[in-house]
């Protein structure tokens, strides 16, 4: 299996010894750590600064119930979203994919979260269970949580592909 790298770590990266730069985003990985490590002395920090971008990934054809639907992840880490944060039915969530996603911390569970623009279709309670399509759609923010931080808030929808807009 061949690993890329630049979807974990990000497409670029910082290393410093005490607060100043030791080597530039231009050299490989693997050849920066080492020569970081080699740089640090005794009584110096050595401190790591990963540009991890929010990218929308998406599945194989043969991931059949995951075509046409994207996984948001930032660095190694997957998000998903809760009905907790989002209200009922997130799977008639569309995230906007040219929006940009803001990063933060999660004000209940103490975690990163990242939120988005998104849209939903308006609920209409006498609505048929089958209808034409429409575009009756409401603006909203979707706010997504770290995957490993689900189902810690009592009985929740929760949702890892999303479909856009």
Known sequence: MNWDWEVFVGDSFDIFVDATISRDN???L??????A???????????FDFAMKVK???????????????AVQRGPVVYCMESVDNG?????????SRARFAYGKHRELGVPQLTVKAWRRRPEA????????????????AVLIPYYA???RGEAEMQVWHFIK
Not at 56 to 70: G, H, K, S, T, W
């Open 26 to 28: 231009d050299e490989q």
């Open 30 to 35: 693997f050849a920066s750590l080492q020569a």
């Open 37 to 47: 490590f080699d740089d640090v002395k005794d009584g110096e920090t050595l401190s």
């Open 56 to 70: 929308l990934m998406e599945a194989r054809p043969e991931a059949v119930f995951d075509c046409n639907r994207y």
């Open 88 to 96: 009922a039915n997130i799977r008639d969530i569309r995230l906007d």
């Open 126 to 141: 006498d609505a048929p269970l089958y209808s034409a399509r429409h575009d009756n759609l409401e603006k909203m923010e």
């Open 150 to 152: 689900f189902a810690n």
